[in-house]
Nanobody, 121 residues
Framework: QLQASGGGLVQAGGSLRLSCAAS????????IGWFRQAPGKEREGVSC????????NYLGSVKGRFSISRDYAKNTVYLQMNSLKPDDTAVYYC????????????????RGKGTQVTVSS
């Protein structure tokens, strides 16, 4: 019900846009967020947008570089990632929860498979 895509290999300073396509029960009344997990590190929240699209939040280290948005017609949430750094290398997951975001990956109701982002120096 959540399909993440758009990952890949990019050089430092480059950009990628991740997409999270929702389907089934996940519709306009769901907040959708992005989480990531790097090797040997805990999973962390990167960004999330609430069901209205009016509230979003960002991990401190990505503020000013990443931007989250949603297209209700396509039932898809995007994460535009600019000025990528090697520290952004991780598997990125999208997850959904009714109405509002959760800071915890396991606090989200639906969790999708990840997409690998690798940033080379």
């Amino acid at each position: 019900q959540l399909q993440a895509s758009g990952g890949g290999l990019v050089q430092a300073g480059g950009s990628l846009r991740l997409s999270c396509a929702a389907s089934g029960l996940i519709k306009d009344n769901y907040a959708i967020g992005w989480f990531r997990q790097a090797p040997g590190k805990e999973r962390e929240g990167v960004s999330c947008i609430d069901s209205s699209g009016g509230l979003s939040n960002y991990l401190g280290s990505v503020k000013g570089r990443f931007s989250i948005s949603r297209d209700y017609a396509k039932n898809t949430v995007y994460l535009q990632m600019n000025s990528l750094k090697p520290d952004d290398t991780a598997v990125y997951y999208c997850a959904a929860r009714p109405w509002r975001c959760s800071s915890s990956y396991y606090g989200m109701t639906y969790r999708g498979k990840g997409t690998q982002v690798t940033v080379s120096s």
